[in-house]
T-cell receptor, first 117, second 114 residues
Framework: GAVVSQHPSWVICKSGTSVKIECRSL??????MFWYRQFPKQSLMLMATSNEGSKATYEQGVEKDKFLINHASLTLSTLTVTSAHPEDSSFYIC?????????????FGPGTRLTVT | AQKITQTQPGMFVQEKEAVTLDCTYDTSDPSYGLFWYKQPSSGEMIFLIY??????QNATEGRYSLNFQKARKSANLVISASQLGDSAMYFCAMSTTGFQKLVFGTGTRLLVSP
């Protein structure tokens, strides 16, 4: 089955530092990957759509200079939270959309829990 | 704009009984997909079932079935023979515009009791 990994699974960082989260599709290629954020006891909110070889598309209200997304290959997208602050503490989940035609399902990574102190 | 509404913040069911989790949606796009995901306390999103807007029959996957009422714009999830391991958050979601990005509802927390 299709597997998406995220690294790290959890991270604690100090306020003002930057954190990079990796999302990898392990056994399939993904032209498009998505980054979601989930605050405690809330739903998933789409932050941005990451397309291989092009700039990410950010949802309204998401700061593109704060949440840098790079989709360098068909199996890897990274999210960098720059100058993190405590309000950025959240659960970040990526999903990957298989390149193969006819596939409707997105495959989710296990998530990364970020705590900014 | 697309919107998913889940009006049940929490549901309780006894083991071995069936339970229905409600989901209504709103979209002007004639082509869309409806999904249900399970999120246990570990946080991972587990895909349960999918229904396409043009599918004539209700989707079924094992103990999960989707009651698709297109005219009412509802896509309720039915879990038959509940198990203790079904206790989790359940999210309804919709995709449009080429079946890409997902819009999620607020979720329903299901608690299965012995």
């Amino acid at each position: 089955g299709a597997v998406v990994s995220q690294h790290p699974s959890w991270v604690i960082c100090k306020s003002g530092t930057s954190v990079k989260i990796e999302c990898r599709s392990l056994d399939f290629q993904a032209t498009t990957m998505f980054w979601y954020r989930q605050f405690p006891k809330q739903s998933l909110m789409l932050m941005a759509t990451s397309n291989e070889g092009s700039k990410a598309t950010y949802e309204q209200g998401v700061e593109k200079d704060k949440f840098l997304i790079n989709h360098a290959s068909l199996t890897l997208s990274t999210l960098t939270v720059t100058s993190a602050h405590p309000e950025d503490s959240s659960f970040y989940i990526c999903s990957a959309d298989p390149t193969s035609a006819g596939s409707y399902e997105q495959y989710f990574g296990p998530g990364t829990r970020l705590t900014v102190t | 704009a697309q919107k998913i509404t889940q009006t049940q913040p929490g549901m309780f069911v006894q083991e071995k009984e069936a339970v229905t989790l409600d989901c209504t949606y709103d979209t002007s796009d004639p082509s869309y997909g409806l999904f249900w995901y399970k999120q246990p306390s570990s946080g991972e999103m587990i895909f349960l079932i999918y229904q396409g807007s043009y599918d004539q029959q209700n989707a079924t996957e094992g103990r999960y079935s989707l009651n698709f009422q297109k005219a009412r714009k509802s896509a309720n999830l039915v879990i038959s023979a509940s198990q203790l391991g079904d206790s989790a958050m359940y999210f309804c979601a919709m995709s449009t515009t080429g079946f890409q990005k997902l819009v999620f509802g607020t979720g329903t927390r299901l608690l299965v009791s012995p």
